[in-house]
């Protein structure tokens, strides 16, 4: 790598910080910087800038948003009484497009994981009881991962949940749709087993 | 995604220009843009505007440089009548870091594609023949690409050059040093294969 002039050293060096870009991608990455356009460049300095300076989390659900109360916790339109939990931004957005989902979110902004340090009090947790005081909730669906981690936390608030006059629901597991069966990992088709429903 | 306030949704499309970032990635690029610290950001930006508005390519050579003669031509230690002739920038950092060339390189900046209407007027041998005509060369080791693009254009260089009182060589093809002849492909065994060598 040493043998490129030291701007692009230092650009390769910033994009390999990058989760999931290594320094072969980052080269590359640097050698479309390099190729693109000024105004490309430019276009992605500002964006950079705008992302850094405007985008806080909503107050009420912790979502990314550039206002302080974010689009869907002030869309009148949406059922206020049902909260669905999720770990991230991401997972929000994700469900979000598939539509399959019409009230509001609460973004535990991480999942408990006490091999990294990261406990009830670390999360948005003590947030999502004082919502569930504050506000008139019904149902709260959990959306964590499938994965330890998320299962531990879903586990986590169903329990710290139980006390409260609400229904605590949690998203379906087993095989995806479209999958063939026999690509399935095994607990997974263990659950779609255990978890099957009459027709 | 459309499900991200405006100033994500055009990060995540600048990011997505970039060769081989689909959507995802640059969705997940963004998160990280959000999470990762403002002084982390401040030197990516400055990184890319640094790369925009200093490196220029070598007056000499057109590799990348940060200054008119790049560090390689300006090197008195180097064998100055030995030219490799390659592709693209990234690929004269392979091979100098292979440690296994000596000499000065020529970057043609691109390669011969009749498809993509790239003829020898659009890459750099004009150059290289000028260079052959006023420095005293007296080897240019052709090492483009061992694809058909990079092939034709090691062919068409080395007809250009016969005239030339000068060695012209090819970097030698066969099987990859420490790979298993069983993954290799045929085309690769085959050259290996005619191009085998007494011991």
Do not use: W
């Amino acid at each position: 790598m040493s043998h490129y002039p030291s701007s692009i050293l230092k650009l390769i060096e910033s994009l390999s910080k990058f989760p999931g870009i290594g320094e072969k991608t980052a080269e590359r990455l640097a050698m479309h910087v390099l190729r693109a356009s000024n105004k490309e460049m430019a276009q992605l300095i500002i964006s950079v800038k705008e992302v850094k300076e405007k985008i806080k989390l909503c107050s009420s659900c912790f979502a990314l948003s550039d206002t302080s109360i974010c689009k869907i916790c002030s869309d009148q339109a949406r059922t206020a009484s049902v909260l669905c939990v999720v770990e991230q931004p991401a997972d929000m957005v994700a469900i979000e497009k598939s539509g399959s989902f019409y009230g509001r979110y609460h973004i535990l902004q991480g999942v408990l994981s006490p091999m990294n340090g990261v406990g009830p009090e670390n999360i948005r947790i003590k947030e999502l009881i004082d919502r569930i005081t504050d506000e008139d909730i019904k149902e709260v669906v959990l959306a964590t991962s499938t994965n330890v981690e998320g299962e531990a936390t879903a586990a986590y608030l169903a329990e710290r949940l139980k006390n409260y006059n609400l229904k605590v629901s949690r998203i379906a597991s087993g095989v995806p749709m479209g999958g063939d069966l026999k690509y399935v990992d095994q607990v997974t088709l263990k659950k779609a087993m255990d978890t099957r429903h009459a027709l």
